[in-house]
Structures are given as C-alpha cells and as structure tokens.
C-alpha cells in the first residue's frame, strides 16, 4: 500500500510560479515511476508530468512544455512539480499518482496505468 500527500498549492498570480511536493509512504516508492495530473472543474483528468523510478526519464503534457519540470528524492520518498510562468489556464486541482512496477524503467502518460493517487491539492492562478 502506498499512501500519497500533496503539499505545495495557493494562489498565485499569472507569470508567477509554485512547487508542488507529494510524499510517499511505503518502501514501494522507489520502484514506482511517478506522475502529476491535473482536473479543472468541468474537465477531464490531464496529464502533466511523469518521471521514471530512476530519475532518467521524465515526460510532459504538451500544455506544461518548457514551464513545468518534474523531479524525485527517493531519499526522501518525495516527487516536485516545479511549475514556473503560471497561467490562469493551470487552475486546477493538482493530484500524484504512483505506477508500482519493479520491472518497469519508463514513464506513462495514462491515468490507468498508475495504481496508487493523492488526494489533491488546489492550484489557482489569476489574472
């Protein structure tokens, strides 16, 4: 069982910037690729960033491209969301997930796939 908790949403204005942090229970986390997602009222679940057990690879939502960066301590059962240039189109409610695979080296960008998820944390940019 792994159990997720975000930290790190407010309100910020436009241009400004959040970290995001989502700590891990368990000794499960540093066999897991990691990710963030987003659901902003009335919308589905989007994909933002994920980042590979190992800290190799990471992978972006095309929307998050350039302004958001993605890290991990496995030290620390921790994973960031580094997200800089903040619009008002990033307000949303942001949520870690964990895909739990000791075989699995890579990254994905589909909500299925991850097994385990936080329960939010609110982002909200204004004008």
């Known amino acids: 069982q792994v159990q997720l908790v975000e930290s790190g949403g407010g309100l910020v204005q436009a241009g400004g910037s959040l970290r995001l942090s989502c700590a891990a229970s368990?000794?499960?986390?540093?066999?897991?690729?990691m990710g963030w997602f987003r659901q902003a009222p009335g919308k589905e679940r989007e994909f933002v960033a994920a980042?590979?057990?190992?800290?190799?690879?990471?992978q972006y939502g095309d929307s998050v491209k350039g302004r958001f960066a993605i890290s991990r301590d496995n030290a620390k059962n921790t994973v960031y969301l580094q997200m800089n240039s903040l619009l008002p189109e990033d307000t949303a409610v942001y949520y870690c997930?964990?895909?739990?695979?000791?075989?699995?080296?890579?990254?994905?960008?589909?909500?299925?796939?991850?097994?385990?998820w936080g329960q939010g944390t609110q982002v909200t940019v204004s004008s």
């Open positions: 980042i590979s057990r190992r800290n190799r690879n990471t």
């Open positions: 997930a964990a895909h739990v695979d000791g075989s699995y080296f890579g990254t994905t960008a589909f909500t299925s796939d991850y097994d385990y």
């Open positions: 368990g000794r499960t986390f540093s066999s897991s690729a």
